[in-house]
């Protein structure tokens, strides 16, 4: 029996969950869960994982869903890149795994963590991926799926986490004690994404940082002097913001070295959480920044309903909108925020 408790952690996918409760009865070789971070993916593989090494189908009460829960079941693996890409090295442990029989349950699970980024190392896993021994069953986890991975999609039973609705993620967060109107800010500007949402809920500059840029347009005065400042200002709000994931990253590290002390430590383990860490920094910052400028086109959208010629508004949107397409270019972003910010104050 599945305990009801066992997906949890997953919030907003009821579709999602329904499907892998009924997998985890019959089980095929490989499943492919693609959402962005955030919408319960990697929560839900652990889960599945449980469900598929536990006696019980995952009942979330025994020592097996207890170290499967905790990150130290044999059976249970999750490979991590600790570089932008899963590099050879990192390879051979999945191939060697996957041949091997179980240690200790029926079938072991090994989780393949961010396979959009997989492409070098593709061929070699394909075929592992395409057929492993009976025993084994592979979970593909991606935040979308390029082209070249089509193959290896075709050959997994695909499951998709869409961004969870802001109506869910505000009583997610009032469930788990937020308050309602701080709850309600946050869920608007959390794009569907529980971790952004819970990590902006502890944030207590998180509605500053918001007025901050809805208030750029009124304080523009066409210079380039005021641009550079604005933008120094603005990419300086971030910088409080890092101070509650510095904190979920120290209790993760304690965490780590509870487990090390407790069932020792897996090699390069340590590696891997380092390499986690520097990345969802990475991803705040640049999360931060798309949440600014959406803040600042509602601002012009605001201006917008009450302007006698709208002209400006829009031209306004359409360069806001264009700064918030190049941002996945791996822009300057400094000089990309002052060019915007010229633009804007000449726009009036
Ligand atoms: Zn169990």
């Given at each position: 029996m599945t305990a009801p408790g066992l997906y949890a952690a997953v919030v907003g996918q009821e579709r999602a969950v329904a499907h892998l409760?009924?997998?985890?009865?019959?089980?095929?070789?490989?499943?492919?869960?693609?959402?962005?971070?955030?919408?319960?993916?990697?929560?839900?593989?652990?889960?599945?994982?449980?469900?598929?090494?536990?006696?019980?189908?995952?009942?979330?009460?025994?020592?097996?869903?207890?170290?499967?829960?905790?990150?130290?079941h044999p059976d249970v693996r999750f490979f991590e890149r600790t570089g932008a890409f899963l590099r050879v090295e990192e390879i051979r442990p999945i191939l060697e795994m996957a041949s091997r029989s179980p240690v200790e349950a029926p079938r072991k699970?090994?989780?393949?963590?961010?396979?959009?980024?997989?492409?070098?190392?593709?061929?070699?896993l394909l075929k592992a991926i395409e057929e492993p021994p009976p025993t084994t069953v592979f979970l593909v986890l991606a935040e979308h799926v390029p082209p070249e991975l089509s193959t290896i999609a075709s050959r997994c039973v695909r499951i998709d986490f869409p961004p969870v609705p802001e109506e869910v993620v505000r009583e997610a967060l009032v469930a788990e004690g937020v308050n309602a109107a701080v709850a309600a800010d946050v869920a608007a500007a959390s794009a569907g994404?529980?971790?952004?949402?819970?990590?902006?809920?502890?944030?207590?500059?998180?509605?500053?940082?918001?007025?901050?840029?809805?208030?750029?347009?009124?304080?523009?005065?066409?210079?380039?002097?005021?641009?550079?400042?604005?933008?120094?200002?603005?990419?300086?709000?971030?910088?409080?913001?890092?101070?509650?994931?510095?904190?979920?990253?120290?209790?993760e590290l304690a965490a780590l070295v509870e487990r090390a002390r407790l069932y020792g430590e897996r090699a390069g383990e340590r590696k891997e959480l380092e390499a986690r860490h520097k990345r969802e920094e990475r991803?705040?910052?640049?999360?931060?920044?798309?949440?600014?400028?959406?803040?600042?086109?509602?601002?012009?959208?605001?201006?917008?309903?009450?302007?006698?010629?709208?002209?400006?508004?829009?031209?306004?949107?359409e360069a806001v909108a264009a700064a918030h397409e190049a941002l996945v270019r791996n822009p300057n972003v400094p000089l990309l925020l002052q060019a915007l910010l010229v633009r804007l104050g000449r726009l009036g």
């Open positions: 409760m009924a997998a985890a009865r019959a089980p095929v070789h490989a499943y492919l869960l693609v959402g962005p971070p955030g919408t319960g993916v990697r929560e839900a593989a652990r889960s599945f994982a449980a469900a598929l090494v536990c006696a019980e189908g995952g009942c979330t009460q025994c020592e097996v869903c207890g170290r499967v829960m905790a990150g130290v699970v090994l989780v393949l963590v961010d396979f959009h980024l997989v492409a070098e190392q593709y061929p070699r994404r529980m971790d952004r949402a819970r990590l902006l809920a502890s944030d207590p500059g998180f509605v500053q940082r918001r007025e901050a840029w809805r208030a750029v347009p009124g304080r523009l005065d066409g210079t380039g002097a005021t641009a550079f400042v604005l933008a120094e200002e603005l990419l300086a709000g971030p910088e409080t913001m890092l101070a509650p994931l510095a904190a979920r990253h120290a209790a991803r705040l910052r640049t999360d931060e920044l798309r949440f600014g400028l959406s803040a600042l086109a509602g601002a012009y959208r605001d201006r917008l309903s009450s302007d006698r010629h709208p002209g400006a508004s829009l031209a306004a949107l």
